[in-house]
């Protein structure tokens, strides 16, 4: 493709222009939340936005979470399609009463009478010092709940692609931002739209070691993937995109051909996604294994301040490499 | 204890007997509700409305087929005061896929959809940011409708409350907020856990218009409701109003009363809303013996067709048990 096809963007930008194409697609559809408005967004993801579309349709709220992602999901049931901005994971955590309790529940609980079509987007994750109350990953928390769906978009593709797709979905789907990404920046086609949320992809192909991961923690596998390579080692990395419905099946047909099999997973080990993956691979194709199955987790503390102590709470390129080195030299 | 003087207003015969009619198939149904609970064909949580029928039945005269109700886990009366068919009620609480909610949602969770009814909310004060957002939608999309939230003295404890109220004073949405202070939080009495116990004064903090009604008295009810529904219609913003009634039963069926004396309930019996209404339409020559007679038999027979009907009713397949997580169709 020559570069009159694609356009230079970032994250945040691709994660604007999707907002702004929905507005423009759809007149049900609207942004709420905290600062989305005057102040731009707390990650200036809607910066402009006010002044483009209005105060209806980018609402500034109080400070109730519970309270306006609540009224999103009644306006959700009253035929709009909301989009609902938390700033960070762990304010959500306000508003979980009205996530689990409604959102989650209202289609099954009233018999398939009501459905709601709401969309919530909230930054998650480490790596900007915000210590233990703005920087967890509870991505997997999220998707323990049945009746909502889960998007972790870690590209510029799937940042630009998957809110419309969500906006399109008829149950409430959450769209997990993780906060490191906003300033990654790169081509992307200019012509880039919707995308499918239903299906891991394949980000780098390998043979020997399946690597499974989300977020921002792909581009560290995918780090570690080129240090392997130059020890000969084809780690494959599968960006699972979506982490509820999980799409088990590209991850086990990948462990059929490699054999091997590491989780990423900046949440913290016990209870995690993970976990969950692991016990699928377990469950699916545990006679394809070579190794057992190993798992790079966070630690399992609050997210410290202090930059070093930061960042040794994460999983990082290094411990990748490290671990998958130990998988191939035991059971090469 | 107050007893205001039930108002000596001229009474339309036909109204009258309507209202009575309603209150008295509420009683009724409760009644018969409690007696199946004992026979085990009903099970989970039962909460009963006997006592405060008035606030029901008086706050739907001022509701069009267009509005929408949100009402909490004690909603049999709403439900049945709103038009919910009572054999659809009762099999949904039998647990059977004729009911409302093919039997998901059992007793606390009953929703209409023809009826615009949205629960059936079991979490207390949950159903308050739902109003917002549905009366949000209704505003968005130029419909002249009302949004009226039912919730009690409890509810009006809760952070959702605040929130609610806050926001939809602060968009001037059409919320219809009424407040059934029958002076328990389940077994809590509202000087236990409210600073202010004159309920109607939380309006005042976010400049929302409020009254305090006797909901023992439908037609006070009734003529109170009317004039907030329609300042609500005119697009005046939200209104609070707040009834004061008392439920006679138990809290639950699980709930020996240790919190209130025997003379309390008597005392509050001799204020029954049925009998209000039934000794003043008497007194001004409008009711006798036949019409009672008549009122109770047409009743019966609405309580034993829908008992029959859930009886009648028929389990859904466990195959559907996942059904309505998501919903059936692709998108919307």
Known sequence: MNSGDTVKITYREAMREAIREAMHRDSRVFLMGEDVGHYGGCFAVSKGLLEEFGPERIRDTPLSENGFVGAGIGAAMGGMRPIVEVMTVNFSLLALDQILNNAATLLHMSGGLFNVPLVIRMATGAGKQLAAQHAHSLEG???????????????????????????????????????????????????????????????????????????????????????????????????????????????????????????????????????EISARIMENVFYELDAPVERICSAEVPIPYAKHMEQAAIPQAESIVKTIKRMVSVNG | MPEPEMAVEKIEREQGIRLLKMMVLIRRFEDKSAELYSATKIRGFLHLYNGEEAVAVGVMESLRPEDNVVATYREHGQALARGVDAGSIMAEMYGKQEGCCRGRGGSMHLFDYDTRFYGGNAIVGGGLPLAVGLALADRMQGRQRVTCCFFGDGGAAEGAFHESMNLAALWKLPVFFVCENNLYAMGTR????????????????????????????????????????????????????????????????????????????????????????AVRMRAQGLLGDSDIEQIEREVADIVDRSVAFAEAGTWEPVEELTRFVYSDRKSV
């Not at chain 2, 856990?193 to 009810?221: E, F, P, Q, W």
């Not at chain 2, 409701?225 to 039963?249: D, H, W």
């Open chain 1, 141 to 275: 928390w999220y998707a323990h709940i049945p009746g909502i769906k889960v998007l972790t978009p870690a590209t510029l593709e799937d940042a630009r692609g998957m809110l419309w797709t969500a906006l399109e979905d008829p149950d409430p789907v959450i769209i997990f931002e993780n906060n490191t990404l906003y300033n990654m920046e790169g081509e992307l086609p200019a012509a880039a739209g919707p995308v499918d949320i239903e299906h891991a992809r394949i980000t780098r192909p390998g043979s020997d070691v399946t690597v499974i991961t989300y977020s921002a923690s792909l581009f560290k596998a995918l780090n570690a993937a080129e240090t392997l390579a130059k020890d000969g080692i084809e780690a494959e990395v599968i960006d699972l995109r979506t982490l509820r419905p999980l799409d088990d099946g590209t991850y086990l047909s990948s462990i059929t051909k490699t054999h091997r099999a590491v989780i990423v997973d900046e949440g913290w080990r016990t209870g995690s996604i993970s976990a």
């Open chain 2, 190 to 277: 509202i000087n236990f856990a409210h600073a202010v116990t004159d309920l109607a004064r939380k309006a005042c903090s976010y400049d929302i218009a409020s009254a305090s009604v006797d909901g023992m008295d439908v037609l006070a009810v009734e003529s109170a409701a009317k004039e907030a529904a329609g300042f609500v219609r005119a697009g005046e913003g939200p209104y609070f109003l707040e009834c004061r009634t008392y439920r006679f039963r138990a809290h639950s069926m699980f709930d020996a009363e240790l919190y209130r004396t025997k003379e309390e309930v008597e005392q509050w019996k001799r204020r029954d809303p049925i009998e209000g209404l």
